[in-house]
């Protein structure tokens, strides 16, 4: 079982599961919305739903920064602590 479904806490959507997979993976890079979106081949604003779940339940935070593919600063998606 996924560590971030365990722990007496509901198990993430199928979608995500797939945003903090992708945020866990990608560290240190910080990615937006759009780009974690065309990444996953996900519609932004369902990239977006899902941040606010992850942000609560994954160890996920948002942050002020340049995303690390297109360069443009906003919030971008990154976990609260290395692994």
Not at 52 to 67: D, H, I, K, S, T
Request: aromatic share 2%.
């Amino acid at each position: 079982m996924c560590p971030r479904c365990s722990g007496g806490q509901r198990r993430l959507s199928p979608i995500a599961h797939r945003i903090a997979d992708a945020v866990h993976h990608s560290f240190p890079r910080g990615v937006c919305f759009r780009c974690l979106a065309v990444e996953q081949r996900l519609d932004v604003h369902d990239v977006r739903g899902a941040a606010l779940v992850v942000v609560v339940r994954a160890g996920v935070r948002m942050v002020q920064r340049p995303c690390s593919v297109c360069g443009r600063v906003e919030e971008v998606l990154m976990p609260r602590k290395a692994a």
